[in-house]
């Protein structure tokens, strides 16, 4: 992946549609990412299978988010809000340092990323 594990990540992210399916939540609603794996091997379920994509990533960097989504659903998801640009750039100087490798994703999941040794 792009980011290492222990990363962070700022997502901006108006989801003026909202969370989108509510399998996603009733995947997260399971808890950590092992179970939901167990419920997916007992149930198949798109949105839960979303879920625990989104589980095992927060799980494993830190995420947080610009975003009109609830603090309920972000609680859910192990995302933490942030309050504006300035502040989600203040914690990727605090997290990585002044020295960090920092990408950018534009167009968010609509693409494929990939990094290139040699550019920074």
Partial sequence: GIARDGG???LLAACGEGHGNDELLAGLRI??????????????RVGVHTALALAEKTRRLRVVALTGLGDDVLKL???GRISGL??????????CGDSARVGVAPLGASCSYAVEEGHS
């Fill in 31 to 44: 808890g950590e990412p092992e179970s939901i794996d167990l419920a997916l091997r007992a149930d198949f």
């Fill in 86 to 95: 300035d502040e989600g750039l203040e914690l990727v100087r605090e997290h």
């Fill in 8 to 10: 962070l990540v700022v």
């Fill in 77 to 79: 998801a192990g995302i």
